[in-house]
């Protein structure tokens, strides 16, 4: 990932873990690809979104190595790929950034943000958090000790 460019077409949606990337991945892929994918009545349901807009720190990771360069040669056609990030800017991985790439930060309310963390910790086994009461997951949220980043760094 550390050689990884970004292109002047492509799009780079840029949050925080919890902060909406879904919802803007689900926009996204209405307006880049015309509904094309998403006219059925059940939106999304047959749309991995993880494979179709992947998170660029998890390069090729996450998605292993076959699907990263199968994701690689099916975007060479068809403008503009979409990625993602829940990086702080910082912390950015791509090696070069065109300037006419386009990113799109989004943010929420800190608030939301720990609560909607909260349940997340709470019910997803894999997480190495424990935060039974919702005021132990402010506290690891108000002081940065929740993983990728620090919400207050991220944030502009």
């Not at 199968?70 to 829940?86: A, E, G, M, V, Y």
């Not at 720990?114 to 690891?140: C, E, G, K, R, W």
Request: net charge negative; aromatic share 12%.
């Amino acid at each position: 990932r550390e050689n990884f460019k970004l292109r002047n077409d492509d799009i780079v949606i840029c949050t925080y873990w919890k902060a909406g990337t879904h919802f803007m991945k689900k926009i996204l892929l209405e307006i880049c690809r015309n509904g094309k994918e998403t006219k059925l009545n059940k939106r999304f349901e047959n749309i991995d979104l993880g494979v179709n807009i992947p998170c660029i720190e998890a390069i090729p990771g996450a998605l292993g190595l076959e699907e990263w360069n199968k994701w690689l040669q099916s975007t060479q056609d068809n403008d503009p790929r979409i990625l993602h990030t829940h990086l702080a800017p910082k912390q950015f991985p791509a090696k070069e950034i065109d300037k006419d790439c386009k990113l799109i930060y989004v943010a929420r309310d800190p608030r939301d943000v720990a609560v909607s963390m909260h349940f997340m910790i709470n019910f997803v086994a894999d997480l190495q958090y424990s935060a039974p009461d919702v005021n132990d997951t402010a506290d690891l949220f108000v002081n940065g000790d929740m993983w990728y980043n620090d919400y207050w760094d991220y944030n502009i």
